[in-house]
């Protein structure tokens, strides 16, 4: 039919089989025309209702729109005249055939289509059309075969169809023009994203991504560089995506759990009857047990059982058409690459047949190309889609877990402390990341595993299975090591976390260290279990080498059996080209698959683990506010009605039937005793708490001061505005009214200085102020304070009361709930409530309360005996939160016990609340003087002093690592074990490059010899070589990998060496002024990556390197005129392996940049919930959250696509060579044989892979060398003074305990002011001197002059006639002693914590206990001394800890106490047990005190009062209180009239 229609042959197969062959003109005028038309008709419908749903506004006509437009338009015309040309040739009648009328007119319809389509899509954001592109190649494929058929009609000189094939020309040129114009880009200004208007090959080459590459070669990017990503791809789009599938899943979840609960309850209950029945003569108490017993189990059930495997199905509804698209383009690819080794063996016949036309070769060349060139654009594409997912993935996730951080119940918060929270966000979403990079791998390796073994069995027949059998035995081995090494890593992961513990201590108490003289001791620890991690490194390395052997033998192994095999079998079958060379091929892609899986498989499980933490973590209980009624036209401000509530439902309740109504406008005071519920009262009001019955109604909006102030870190102004916008009247107003203006001054930069993480830069008082000015701004309705004025001096914590919160403050006429401990503020309270045990015990004003004489009156007559002149009569608990106890409001001054430990010790041991332990950082060092510069004028905005930085931004390398890193890593590996590693690696190669030799000298036999003839002593020779040749390239390689373990192991212990020793040999003021995290981090991420990334990173390179070099000689030796192709190809791979390196290297330092501020905001966060969820600004910081990881995202999104953009190039190279040496094969075939033909192509087949690597691992290496360079940063920061000089001190020094102050200046950091501006002063021996001053005057900096944490700018300090400056460190510090005013220990036993260098007995030992007042308590815990203290000291009271550091200080029995006054954190007791303490026991030594409060000073000898850096009053306090001087108004402002007026 098709013959009468062209009216010519369709098809004649003798036409191919000639030289010079063809295809009928027939044929490529129908099927060849409908193909590409075909595919256009169908998709078009469906293409034009997607962009009629997906329509936007018509976007402006461009200069590309219109000359494609143009193009078609004449394409139509061509069509036209065509058609004319036809009827008017037709008139003859009947000679012209129909298809000359079809085609045409099919081409009108065709055009006018194109042009519609390319109409319509003026409405897309993606103006060119992925399908028309496909149209376009496929056209102009199809068009080619009749292109060269009328030309070849032309030169022959047949011009009867000349002007068809000149319009056919014509037309042919304008395709290709078209499909060149559809491959550029549209610009678009809307989105700063290229992507997004992409053409379609551009895409799928990743073209768009060009710009960013030449940008980050010609200069390292920032982050403005970098594009976002698209709309889709942003964290509030994907979130709300996710969150509909989560609810509707969870949902599900949920409703399935609780019928599993039900069907358990059903069945136990049944059980528990029969069980009954049998024997009811059952004693009670069995009951009972049993009873406890199911309770028990309940409470284990409750934690393990929640809702679960909701999470992967939420994902799964999430991204399902990402996985779709990835699915169909890895099934392309895994197709496409069984066609390699059949082309291969194709193209061995026909260099072995000398008859085949030359034309067929050039075609298996080409079709091998576009065979390559499509598999690699499908593999780059799926890996696209892949990450893309993994990225997704990630960032749902990492929001998923923030925005339920602030809505989880305290309960479900209770069971995560911080640090796993953030790992959820870090580590368990980076997990998931990995894990869906490979789940395509799951069913992939399975069909490559089965393709492979169908096409072998094809080639060898049955003896493949020996070769499949060796591999599947050496999947076993490989698991049970792969496990191993696997408990080792976990073994290991223990005491890595265990040195880091340690290490995140010594930082955070480097200054008791310090003082002591302590970090030797700390130093071995470290070393001691550095050792053991490193023992175990080893043992992995040894492991993990033994696995690459097995995996490097795998493939040599499998084709020795193999072949051996199928050469014994059988005498009839001989190994030739064909065979050998395409069963390697196969084994080579088999290979894969099989090392994969193992991979997949465990990495999966590691992820179902991180699955199952975040379920149980997304799906726990809400916070439940339903008790908490906000109702606007309420009369009252705030009203309990019968109201309980508890932290735990199981655990007592804290706040009992209260019932209480506060007017709008009044002042209100919450007093009672220590842990008598103040704190939980408000926290109740807050929302809190869980619910029992009863429920609070509250008429407006709060704010709320904290007891441990919450300060973010950012600048001082960030943190009082809080989201607010900036009003500059009411701004001044708050600052001047809580006090901070005096502060502002002394700060660098003003309230634009910036403050560190949890405020580690402000002393406790300034972080209450700004706390207080935070809520002061916000213009809320309610203000709840929960003793904002505990950590503030007297005089500030008056001038605050009646600034802000007395009845003439700047918050009048609004409600105030106060906390407080301070009485003389409580007559001006309009209503005062006390509170005892969880209930309101009476309430009422002032003057009523004390006419009742009901217990307020009682206890404040007790106070008034007890307190100090300043009126701080205050059980100062500012760390302690309220703990649940319930000795009564009165705990009378008689019943003190002898030890005020055990007393304290009661207390703490009734629950101990760990909810507000764990959220707050509980030791904020006071750097109070960090920052004291006197900087008169605030600073105008922008202008940045010295100093205003405190932390310095993390230094960020740019551009290329220096050579000098890499040489410092290869000198602590050792050049002898360099040297082994290279010669292991090159001998494997040589081996290798043997071995292949071998096997094509082996398959020639079967030219020599046919089957018959084969001699036996031949075929054992050629089979026994070859597989000696694959043995010694295993163990080369064992022996190298080891040799390299040996050198890693090495190099990784003196790098962690030299740091550690030099952090700690590291001045006061590098800690001050860099945050520990970092410094942590140089410890964990940095000395990780040298000890397990880098090592790896440097023997892939190796392997992949020299597996290159030797391919590329194997090549060259068998066509030496390969050499011309190498050198371009060389060029082209060199400068964009450079661009790429360049723009990569960059793009994972932005990663890792903008990675941390995601998780410290989040941390900071999870610390400050109550504030956030007080002041209601949830919405602000999860946007402040979404834009954090949006700015991450990019980052990785666009390192992503820089591999991508990398590996298609790559591809690209690696697919020349292979069309290269099959061209060269075609050309030479007459001087080349089948063996050296497969020889050369199986290797080139291998190269793009291998390729593709190398460039990976350059860039691997290049970035993790990074760590050994971060690492050399902190090994070169400058020291302190040596520890011990060759001047030696006598050893009884100091005898008398004299101290001179030479003019002695001194300043903080070498930029700063002047601190101590010349001190000249005597302190005599046993004197007792005071040393008092407002904030800031230099009363710390003193102490640590003494002890030289800061060294002198001038003048000297002389103690018995010794300057110390002359002396070692230690010789110094090991003489002094200090009690400083934050107790820090460190987790170890109680012993360590007093003598870790074991100097004394245990008897002198239990004597500095009893003098410290804790013998009992010590003497009454279960392991007496070897008892654990928590990491900080958390499991011991402040009290205690104070009364430990006392105990070091009573050890140590050195002439020279320092006393930095620590009462603010103790209760009287203690307080007066340590003053008696200090009094009797160091009676005979000199005693600096720096006073917080006179009343502890004014019995001592001398008081040096200092302010701005310089002594203005010096003589005993009787002297100065006779003539009116600065000590004289600070005593009478404290109400201190005469010297002996105190309590003691």
């Not at 390319?118 to 190649?137: E, Y």
Request: a positive charge; one cysteine or more.
């Amino acid at each position: 039919m098709l013959e009468k229609f062209c009216n010519s042959t369709f098809w004649n197969s003798s036409l191919l089989d000639s030289p010079k062959a063809d295809l009928p003109l027939c044929f490529e005028q129908t099927v060849l025309v409908w193909i590409p038309l075909g595919f256009l008709w169908l998709l078009a419908p469906w293409q034009l209702l997607h962009v009629y749903r997906s329509r936007t506004q018509r976007s402006a006509v461009t200069k590309l729109y219109l000359a494609q437009q143009v193009f078609v338009g004449f394409l139509l015309i061509l069509a036209a005249i065509e058609l004319a040309l036809v009827l008017t040739e037709d008139s003859g009648g009947g000679t012209v055939p129909a298809v000359r009328y079809t085609n045409p007119s099919l081409y009108l319809g065709t055009w006018l289509l194109v042009l519609l389509i390319q109409h319509s899509r003026q409405w897309c954001v993606q103006k060119n059309s992925w399908f028309l592109s496909i149209f376009w190649i496929l056209s102009i494929l199809c068009s080619t075969f009749q292109f060269q058929t009328l030309i070849r009609t032309l030169l022959k000189g047949d011009d009867s169809n000349l002007a068809y094939s000149c319009l056919f020309f014509i037309s042919y040129g304008f395709q290709i023009l078209i499909l060149i114009f559809s491959a550029f880009s549209e610009k678009n200004n809307s989105s700063n994203n290229p992507l997004t208007t992409a053409s379609f090959l551009s895409r799928i080459t990743f073209s768009w991504y060009d710009r960013i590459v030449l940008k980050g070669y010609k200069h390292p990017l920032t982050l403005k560089d970098v594009w976002d990503v698209n709309e889709e791809m942003k964290t509030r789009t994907l979130l709300s995506k996710f969150e509909l599938c989560m609810m509707r899943e969870l949902r599900k979840a949920r409703r399935a759990f609780q019928r599993r609960q039900q069907k358990n309850s059903q069945w136990s209950s049944g059980a528990r009857l029969h069980s009954l029945n049998k024997n009811q003569s059952q004693s009670q108490n069995v009951l009972v047990l049993e009873d406890a017993q199911k309770k028990k189990k309940k409470k284990s059930g409750t934690t393990k059982d929640a809702p679960k495997s909701w999470l992967v199905k939420a994902l799964f509804k999430s991204f399902y058409m990402i996985l779709l698209k990835g699915f169909l383009l890895k099934l392309v690819h895994d197709i496409l690459m069984f066609m390699n080794p059949q082309l291969l063996k194709l193209l061995i016949s026909f260099a072995n047949d000398s008859d085949a036309y030359v034309w067929t070769g050039y075609m298996y060349a080409i079709v091998l190309f576009v065979v390559a060139l499509i598999q690699s654009v499908c593999l780059q594409n799926y890996f696209q889609f892949c990450f893309v997912l993994g990225v997704n993935i990630r960032t749902t996730i990492m929001a998923s877990v923030y925005k339920k951080a602030l809505t989880l119940s305290n309960l479900a918060r209770k069971e995560y402390t911080i640090g796993e929270t953030v790992n959820l966000m870090s580590v368990d979403a980076q997990k998931l990341m990995d894990v869906t990079n490979f789940i395509h791998m799951l069913w992939s390796s399975i069909l490559q595993i089965a393709l492979s073994i169908f096409f072998l069995w094809r080639e060898l027949g049955p003896s493949v299975l020996a070769g499949v059998g060796v591999m599947v035995l050496l999947i076993p081995v490989n698991g049970i090591l792969t496990t191993k090494n696997r408990n080792i890593q976990v073994k290991n992961m223990k005491n890595k976390d265990k040195r880091l513990k340690v290490m995140n201590e010594i930082l955070t108490g480097i200054k008791i260290l310090k003082y002591f003289a302590w970090e030797p001791s700390f130093k071995e620890h470290i070393h001691n279990l550095r050792k053991k991690e490193l023992k175990n490194l080893r043992v992995f390395g040894q492991l993990q080498s033994t696995i690459t052997f097995l995996l490097y033998l795998a493939p040599v192994l499998v084709s020795v059996t193999t072949f051996s095999v199928y050469v014994l079998v059988d005498s009839n079958n001989v190994l030739d080209a064909q065979k050998a060379f395409t069963s390697i091929t196969l084994f080579n892609i088999l290979r894969f698959p099989l090392s994969m899986l193992p991979m997949v498989i465990s990495s999966m499980l590691q992820a179902s683990v991180s699955i199952d933490r975040l379920e149980k973590y997304l799906g726990g209980d809400d916070l439940d506010t339903s008790a908490i009624r906000h109702d606007s036209n309420f009369d009252k401000a705030v009203q309990f009605s019968e109201a309980s509530f508890t932290w735990e439902h199981d655990l007592e309740t804290t706040v009992r039937d209260v019932n209480l109504d506060i007017m709008p406008g009044q002042l209100v005071a919450v007093v009672g005793t220590v842990g008598s519920g103040k704190s939980s009262l408000i926290s109740a009001m807050l929302g809190e708490m869980e619910n029992i019955h009863g429920h609070i109604t509250i008429k407006g909006t709060i704010a709320y001061v904290p007891q441990q102030s919450w300060i973010q870190n950012g600048t001082i102004k960030d943190n009082i505005l809080f989201g607010s916008e900036m009003n500059e009247k009411r701004y001044q107003q708050v600052l001047e009214a809580c006090a901070l203006l005096p502060d502002l001054k002394m700060l660098p930069g003003g309230d634009l200085a910036e403050i560190g993480e949890k405020g580690i830069n402000l002393s406790g008082g300034q972080k209450q102020r700004i706390s207080l000015a935070r809520a002061t701004y916000q213009n809320s309705d309610i203000y709840i304070m929960d003793d904002p004025l505990s950590a503030v001096d007297a005089h500030v914590g008056k001038h605050i009361f009646n600034k802000v919160l007395g009845p003439n403050g700047l918050l009048k006429g609004k409600t105030r709930v106060l906390v407080t401990h301070s009485i003389h503020f409580l007559p001006q309270m309009d209503q005062i409530v006390v509170l005892g045990n969880g209930t309101i015990l009476e309430k009422g004003s002032y003057s009523d309360l004390l006419a009742k004489k009901g217990a307020f009156a009682k206890n404040l007559k007790m106070f008034l005996k007890h307190a100090d002149p300043e009126g701080e009569a205050t059980v100062n608990d500012s760390s302690e939160e309220e703990d649940n106890d319930d000795y009564g409001l009165v705990s009378s001054i008689e019943e003190i016990p002898e030890d005020a430990a055990s007393m304290t010790m009661k207390r703490e041991n009734s629950f101990r609340r760990s909810l507000s332990r764990r959220s707050s950082g509980r030791h904020q060092k006071s750097l109070k003087n960090s920052l004291k510069t006197q900087n008169g004028n605030i600073l105008k905005e922008k202008e940045e002093v010295k100093g205003q930085k405190l932390i310095e931004k993390e230094f960020m390398e740019t551009g290329k690592v220096k050579f000098s890193v890499y040489l410092k890593y290869l000198r602590a590996m050792g050049w002898c074990s360099i040297f082994f590693i290279i010669f292991g690696f090159v001998m494997n190669s040589v081996a290798f490059i043997g071995s292949n030799f071998w096997l094509s000298a082996w398959t020639s036999d079967s030219k020599i010899y046919n089957s018959t003839n084969y001699p036996a002593s031949q075929r054992d020779l050629r089979v026994g070589v070859y597989g000696a040749l694959g043995a010694a390239q295993g163990i080369c390689v064992l022996i190298a990998n080891l040799w390299s373990v040996h050198g890693s192991t090495h190099a990784s212990n003196i790098l962690h060496k030299q740091l550690l020793n030099n952090i700690l040999l590291a001045p006061m003021r590098f800690f001050d002024t860099t945050p520990t995290g970092r410094i942590v981090n140089r410890f964990a991420g940095d000395i990780s990556t040298v000890d397990d990334t880098l090592p790896m990173s440097f023997r892939s390179w190796m392997l992949c390197f020299l597996g290159i070099i030797s391919t590329l000689v194997m090549i060259c030796m068998a066509t030496p005129i390969f050499i011309v192709v190498i050198i371009p190809l060389g060029i082209i791979y060199v400068s964009v392996q450079m661009f790429y390196v360049a723009t990569s290297r960059q793009l994972k330092r932005l990663d890792s940049v903008t990675r941390s501020p995601i998780y410290s905001h989040f941390s900071e966060t999870v610390s400050g919930l109550p504030v956030i969820r007080a002041f209601e600004h949830q919405q602000r910081f999860l946007n402040h959250n979404e834009m954090e990881i949006d700015n991450n995202q990019k980052c990785v999104f666009s390192w992503i696509v820089s591999n991508r953009w990398l590996a298609v190039r790559l591809e690209l190279v690696g697919n020349l060579i292979v069309f290269c040496s099959a061209l060269m094969i075609v050309i030479y075939r007459h001087t080349l044989s089948g063996d050296i033909v497969g020889f050369v192509l199986s290797n080139a087949l291998n190269i793009t892979q291998t390729l593709n690597w190398l460039v990976r691992m350059t860039s691997e290496v290049e970035t993790n060398i990074v760590a050994v360079e971060r690492i050399n940063e902190y090994i070169k920061v400058e020291n302190e003074a040596p520890w011990v000089t060759d001047k030696r001190p006598p050893p009884d020094w100091p005898s008398q305990g004299q101290i001179q102050f030479k003019n002695y200046q001194v300043r903080y950091r070498p930029e700063l002011d002047l601190v101590l501006k010349g001190i000249t002063c005597d302190i005599k021996s046993t004197e007792k001197v005071g040393v008092v001053g407002r904030t800031g005057a230099g009363k710390s900096s003193l102490t640590n002059c003494l002890f030289r944490i800061l060294e002198a700018a001038g003048g000297q300090i002389i103690i018995d006639g010794v300057d110390i400056a002359s002396i070692g460190l230690h010789d110094l510090r090991e003489k002094l002693t200090i009690i400083p005013q934050d107790p820090i220990l460190f987790s170890g036993s109680l012993r360590m914590n007093l003598d870790p260098f074991n100097k004394y007995s245990d008897e002198e030992i239990w004597k500095a206990l009893e003098l410290a007042h804790l013998k009992s308590f010590v003497a009454g815990l279960q392991h007496g001394l070897s008892h654990e203290v928590s990491e900080a000291g958390g499991n011991l009271s402040i009290g205690q800890r104070q009364l430990l550091c006392l105990g070091r200080a009573l050890l140590r029995k050195s002439k020279i106490l320092v006393l930095d006054e620590a009462t603010a954190a103790v209760d009287l007791e203690t307080d007066h047990l340590i003053q008696t303490t200090i009094q009797n026991e160091f009676s005979h030594c000199t005693v600096i005190t720096i006073a917080h409060r006179l009343h502890t000073i004014m019995d001592s000898d001398k008081v040096m009062v200092l302010d701005n850096g310089t002594i203005v009053e010096y003589g005993s306090p009787e002297e100065l209180l006779k003539n009116p001087g600065p000590f004289y108004f600070m005593a009478k402002e404290a109400g201190i009239e005469t010297a002996n007026e105190t309590a003691f």
